[in-house]
């Protein structure tokens, strides 16, 4: 059993296997990398017995490595089992085929038409098990001309919209620096899958296909960009750390070096802002008076509210904006989030106990629930680690029919 402790307190014991809302609800995920991943660990650390099928190398998250160190399996293969299957061998659609009766969801991250080619379409998956989620995870979806382009997250962060409104005005488009995109739709499908096992577990519940892309799920967190182009013709431009709704709002330098970010989207906290730097005519002067002005001069906005805090240390700012109750926060790098009083109090990363490298920090499981909250059961399996188990498993199941 794992063993884990909050950034906030001691070492506790991680919870059984039996434990939390979704209990009794097996998963097979055939996905790969991070979409598939996230989605299935959403699952797992509320209670799902999840169960990577995996090929002889593994899944390739196990390969991404720092310092030859698989941070990325540790964190988002915690909560589940390990078997190796191939989908191209007799034996490995032997397997599949014992499982999918057992399960409640079945994950795969293919391209489209590849689990048709290995004999498992929807309707032979549904044929095997009548009530089973079937979470189909792909770049643009199973239908359209894009259908089979690899989806990897770039091309999704590029194609969606993302990365034309991000970076700044001077600089080519960025794409993000973290597996956004899958992330998202990793979220997202936790939720589609938990919608669809709530029909199938009704009284006269069946199984369906859920087609999550990584397009639709980006591309619906970017605000209402197609709304505004098509009422005003504008396309979102690169604006750095401003936004195009209200200003001011940016990340300012302090006197030491280290960066504030600071939004004042309300027209109270605006006026609350120019007092707490010694300016308090400018909520009347025309050029900052109304939010459409700021926008209007947020060059000027920018300047004086980056002059004020230049003049400052990170930590005078944030005690000086915070008893004058200006929203403001740090920009932290991982080391500083880690050690923010905030974090630490609330158990935001907990320490799972490691025995390969020692304690491993990682997000605690989210969101929370009051009765029934997510917890760390076990450590991310080595490959296969889990065959012995899981056949033993089968073949009671085999026995009891």
């Not at 589940?80 to 057992?102: F, Q």
């Not at 029934?372 to 680690?385: D, E, F, K, M, V």
Request: hydrophobic share 45%; charged share 25%; net charge neutral.
């Amino acid at each position: 059993m794992a063993r884990c402790r909050s950034r906030a307190g001691p070492a506790v014991s991680a919870a059984s296997a039996a434990d939390g809302p979704l209990s009794g609800i097996r998963v097979l995920d055939l996905s790969r990398l991070v979409a598939g991943n996230m989605l299935s660990l959403q699952l797992a650390d509320f209670g799902a017995d999840v169960i990577k099928l995996e090929p002889d190398r593994g899944d390739p998250l196990r390969h991404w490595q720092e310092n030859g160190i698989p941070a990325w399996w540790k964190v988002y293969g915690r909560n589940k089992r390990s078997i190796r299957l191939d989908l191209r061998e007799p034996e490995g659609k032997a397997a599949l085929r014992r499982l999918v009766p057992t399960a409640q969801v079945l994950i795969e991250g293919f391209r489209p038409g590849v689990m048709e080619a290995a004999g498992f379409s929807p309707e032979v998956l549904l044929g095997l098990n009548p009530k089973l989620v079937i979470v189909r995870v792909s770049g643009f979806g199973q239908t359209g001309p894009y259908a089979q382009r690899p989806g990897f997250g770039s091309l999704i962060e590029a194609m969606s919209g993302f990365a034309a409104k991000n970076g700044f005005s001077d600089k080519p488009p960025a794409l993000p620096n973290l597996a956004l995109a899958d992330m998202v739709a990793g979220l997202s499908g936790a939720f589609a899958t938990l919608a669809a096992l709530r029909v199938a577990e009704g009284p006269e519940g069946a199984g369906q296909v859920v087609d999550l892309s990584l397009l639709e799920p980006l591309h619906a967190t970017l605000g209402p960009d197609a709304a505004i182009h098509r009422l005003t013709g504008r396309v979102p431009s690169r604006i750095g750390n401003r936004v195009s709704i209200t200003a001011p709002r940016n990340v300012y330098r302090t006197r030491d070096g280290e960066w504030l970010a600071l939004s004042a989207s309300t027209q109270g906290m605006a006026a609350r802002l120019f007092s707490a730097i010694g300016r308090p005519e400018m909520i009347a002067d025309p050029r900052f008076s109304t939010n459409a002005a700021r926008l209007d001069h947020v060059e000027e906005v920018d300047a004086i509210v980056g002059g004020f805090i230049a003049g400052r240390d990170l930590a005078d700012n944030l005690a000086y904006f915070e008893a004058a109750e200006v929203t403001v926060g740090p920009v932290y790098d991982p080391a500083g989030f880690a050690e923010d009083p905030h974090v630490k109090g609330r158990g935001v990363l907990v320490e799972v106990e490691d025995p390969e490298h020692g304690p491993v920090p990682m997000h605690a499981p989210f969101p929370r629930l009051s009765r029934t909250p997510g917890r760390i059961r076990r450590l991310a399996p080595a490959l296969g680690q889990d065959e012995a188990e899981i056949a033993a498993e089968l073949t009671k199941t085999d026995d009891a029919r």
